[in-house]
Structures are given as C-alpha cells and as structure tokens.
C-alpha cells in the first residue's frame, strides 16, 4: 500500500507562483512513476505533469513553459513549481501514483488563482 500527501495549495493572484509538494510513504519500492493531476467541476480529472524513477517527463499541453516537475528519489517526493498562474489553473491538484495494478491518490490540495 502507497498513501500520497500533498500540501502547497492556496490562493495566489494570476501572474503569481506556488510549489505544490506530495509525499509518498509505505510500499515506495514499487513506484515507478508519480504524476500531478488536476480536476475543476464538470470537467474530468486530467494529467497535469508526470515523472518516472529515472526522471523522464511529461507535461499537458496547457502547462509547459509555466510549471516543473521535480522529484527527490531518496525521500519519494515530487514537486510541481508552478509559475505564471493563471485563473485557468484553478483546481483541485491530486498526486497519483500506481504499483501492482492499483491506482494511490491523494487527498488533493486546492489551488486557487484570482485577483
């Protein structure tokens, strides 16, 4: 078993920044790739940005250029660094990661980006 928590969200004005954290702990030997997504209402959850163990991203379309991802393998934890936010980013952000055929989520953090 993987339980994932995250922390970082909060209320920042279009323009502003955040870094966004997600922890991993239990069977983290198992990991393989750990990712952010994000869900807003009446929209589906979608891929934000991944990464895998030996550090190849991945990014949606809507993010690159503004966000990072990063990870330090020896604590199991990634990072999100999100700059340039913009109304258009306001979400619940929920860390995931997969092993033995079972998906882990967070509980989501909020981030919220208005003037």
């Known amino acids: 078993q993987v339980q994932l928590v995250e922390s970082g969200g909060g209320l920042v004005q279009p323009g502003g920044s955040l870094r966004l954290s997600c922890a991993a702990s239990g069977s983290i030997s198992s990991i393989y790739r750990m990712g952010w997504y994000r869900q807003v209402p009446g929209k589906q959850r979608e891929l934000v940005a991944s990464i895998t163990i030996i550090g190849t991203t991945n990014y949606a379309g809507s993010v690159k250029g503004r966000f990072t991802i990063s990870q330090d393998n020896t604590k199991r934890t990634i990072f999100l660094q999100m700059n340039t936010l913009k109304p258009e980013d306001t979400a619940v952000y929920y860390c995931?990661?997969?092993?033995?055929?079972?998906?882990?989520w967070g509980q989501g953090t909020q981030v919220t980006v208005s003037s």
């Open positions: 995931k990661t997969d092993a033995a055929g079972t998906d882990y």
